[in-house]
C-alpha cells in the first residue's frame, strides 16, 4: 500500500501544479514582446500572432480602435457581451458598418510601417494595402463574398504560422526575414525594422479576418435555419404524407438515395412518394347493383401509383394530389366480388377510388386509415434520411 499512496501523493502534486499554472494571470503582450525579443523572428512573430497582432489583447492604438468598435457591436439592445462577435446577430447594415469601419482601420495601420515610405519591404505593404482597399470597395459596392471578391472571407486574410504565404494575399512572412538575413536570429536595425513591418502585415490580416467575423456568424445561422427547416419537413413527411409500409418506405428511400442523398449528401426530405401494393379499407358504393351490395366494406390493393406535393410556408405537405392504379375486394352477390380502379389521392387523407363492376361503375372512399396502424420506426427514419 506503501508505493500506492506515494503514487497518489505524487498524482496530487501534480494536480495541484497544474492547478497553479492555470491560474497564473495570463501575461500581457508587452510582457510576452519582451521575452521573444532574442529568439528568431518568425517565431516571435508566430506566438504574437495569436492574441497580440490585431487580437485582443494587442494594445496597439489601431488594434485598440478595432476593439471599441467590436465592443460596441458586441451589445446589441443591451444584451452584454458574450466571448465572441459571432454570438451576437447583427443585421445586414450592421455587419457591413462594422465590417467597414474596421477594414479603414487595417488599412490605416499599415502606413505607418517602416517599410512603407520605400524600404526592403514596401511591395509587401503595397500588395496587402491593395487586397484592403479592394475589400473595402466590394463590401461598400454590395459584392458578395465569392470568386469576384475572395477577400471578403476571413480565410483570405488567416494565418497560423506554419504557412509560407499569409492566407491567400501573396505576401511571404518567412521570405521578408530571409531577405534581410534574420531568419534565425534577430540581428541588426534591418531585423528590427523588418520585424516590425512582419508584426505590422499580420496585425492589419488578423484586423480585417476579425472584421468578416459577423459574417460567419451570419453564415451559421443561416445554416442551423436551413437545418431546422430541414428537421420540420422531415418529421411532417413521416406524420403528414400518405403512410407508408415497410417495403414502401425501402422503395423510397431507395429512390431518395439514387435522385437526392447520393449526389446532396444530408438534404431535406422529397416532395413525392411511389405507391407499391398499398393496402388500405373503405366503403364501396355501386348505384346499380342490388340492394344489399350497394353500399359495403371494402378492401382496395393500390398495386403501383405516385402521389406529390409542394412544402408549405409551414414546411408541411400542401396541395398534394396522387393517383394509383388499384384493385377492389368486397363480398358482394349481385356485382364482381373484385374489380380494377382507378384512385385519386387529395391531401394525403382522402382517396376516391373509382371502379368497373361488369359494366357498373362502382365509388370507394377511404381516408389512409393504414396511417393509424403503421408508423415508420426511428431506425427506418434514419435510415431514409441519411442511409446506413
Known amino acids: ?11 496530487a502534486a501534480t494536480l495541484l501544479c497544474a492547478g497553479g499554472l492555470h491560474a497564473q494571470p495570463q501575461k500581457s503582450c508587452a510582457e510576452l514582446r519582451a ?38 457591436a458586441g451589445r446589441v439592445d443591451g444584451q452584454p457581451r458574450r466571448r465572441e462577435i459571432k454570438d451576437v446577430a447583427l443585421s445586414a447594415e450592421e455587419r457591413r458598418a462594422l465590417t467597414l469601419a474596421v477594414l479603414r482601420i487595417a488599412e490605416e495601420s499599415l502606413g505607418g510601417l517602416p517599410g512603407s515610405a520605400g524600404g526592403a519591404d514596401a511591395s509587401d505593404i503595397a500588395r496587402l494595402r491593395k487586397a484592403l482597399q479592394r475589400a473595402i470597395r466590394d463590401r461598400a459596392d454590395g459584392v458578395l463574398a465569392g470568386e469576384e471578391s ?56 488578423r484586423l480585417a479576418q476579425r472584421a468578416f467575423t459577423p459574417d460567419q456568424a451570419e453564415a451559421i445561422q443561416a445554416a442551423a435555419a436551413r437545418a431546422a427547416v430541414r428537421d420540420a419537413r422531415w418529421r411532417s413527411y413521416f ?28 438534404s431535406g426530405p422529397p416532395d413525392w412518394q411511389w405507391i407499391v401494393l398499398h393496402p388500405d379499407v373503405g366503403m364501396q358504393y355501386v348505384r346499380s347493383a342490388a340492394a344489399g351490395d350497394r353500399f359495403t366494406p371494402a378492401l382496395v390493393l393500390e398495386i403501383v401509383g405516385y402521389n406529390g406535393w409542394r412544402w408549405g410556408d ?29 384512385s385519386i389521392h387529395r391531401n394525403n387523407k382522402y382517396t376516391l377510388t373509382l371502379t368497373r363492376h361488369g359494366g357498373k361503375t362502382g365509388v370507394l372512399l377511404s381516408l389512409d386509415l ?10 427506418w427514419r434514419d435510415r431514409f434520411r441519411i442511409g446506413e
Open 1 to 11: 500500500m506503501k508505493p500506492f499512496g506515494t503514487l497518489l501523493r505524487a498524482l
Open 35 to 72: 521575452e521573444l525579443a532574442t529568439v528568431a523572428p518568425l517565431t516571435a512573430v508566430n506566438r504574437l500572432s495569436v492574441k497580440c497582432l490585431g487580437g485582443e489583447l494587442d494594445a496597439n492604438p489601431f488594434t485598440l480602435r478595432a476593439q471599441r468598435l467590436f465592443d460596441t
Open 150 to 205: 475572395p477577400m471578403q472571407r476571413a480565410e483570405y486574410w488567416a494565418w497560423d504560422g506554419l504557412q509560407a504565404q499569409l492566407g491567400d494575399t501573396g505576401v511571404e512572412v518567412p521570405a521578408m526575414f530571409a531577405r534581410a538575413g534574420c531568419d534565425t536570429a534577430p540581428l541588426g536595425a534591418a531585423c528590427v525594422a523588418t520585424r516590425e513591418d512582419a508584426e505590422g502585415l499580420l496585425r492589419g490580416a
Open 239 to 266: 406524420a403528414d404524407a400518405r403512410s407508408q409500409y415497410p417495403w414502401e418506405l425501402f422503395i423510397n428511400s431507395w429512390r431518395y438515395e439514387t435522385r437526392v442523398r447520393r449526389d446532396q449528401g444530408l
Open 314 to 342: 409551414d414546411h408541411r405537405p400542401q396541395n398534394a394530389w396522387g393517383v394509383s392504379l388499384s384493385r377492389t375486394y368486397a363480398d358482394t352477390a349481385s356485382v364482381p366480388t373484385s374489380a380494377w380502379g382507378l
Open 370 to 379: 393504414a396511417g393509424a396502424v403503421t408508423s415508420a420506426s426511428q431506425a
